[in-house]
């Protein structure tokens, strides 16, 4: 079964079970493995960016008002000379709101032609 990921059809070479493997489920899992520098390198890489677009506003939560957690996500690229990208999301559980609590319209732009 040929791989799904075109970078790899476009090199027209399978990654390697290394590779694919070790990839961590959880911070802890990222900073406690043998790759921690590459994927300390990663999380701040992410931290740098979501500071530098003014992804969010510090502020304290309001009384009764249950913040929404986050899970990092960490994945690895295969990059065109054959090196290996580490890449870290950080994602917002936002499956955990209650509709008509704490939000009450969803928005999904769309385009029309």
């Given at each position: 079964?040929?791989?799904?990921?075109?970078l790899y059809i476009y090199m027209n070479k399978q990654p390697t079970v290394q590779q694919l493997e070790d990839i961590p489920l959880s911070?802890?899992?990222?900073?406690?493995?043998?790759?921690?520098?590459?994927?300390k390198k990663a999380i701040q890489s992410e931290y740098d960016s979501l500071v530098e677009n003014n992804t969010w506003t510090?502020?304290?939560?309001?009384?009764?008002?249950?913040?929404?957690?986050?899970?990092?996500?960490?994945?690895?690229?295969?990059?065109?000379d054959?090196?290996?990208?580490?890449?870290?999301?950080?994602?917002a559980r936002g499956f955990n709101q209650q509709e008509g609590k704490e939000y009450f319209f969803t928005y999904a732009p769309t385009l029309s032609l």
């Open positions: 079964v040929p791989p799904k990921d075109d911070y802890y899992d990222a900073i406690n493995c043998r790759e921690k520098s590459e994927w510090l502020m304290s939560c309001p009384k009764g008002v249950r913040p929404l957690t986050t899970k990092h996500v960490y994945t690895k690229k295969l990059k065109p054959n090196t290996i990208r580490y890449k870290m999301r950080l994602v």
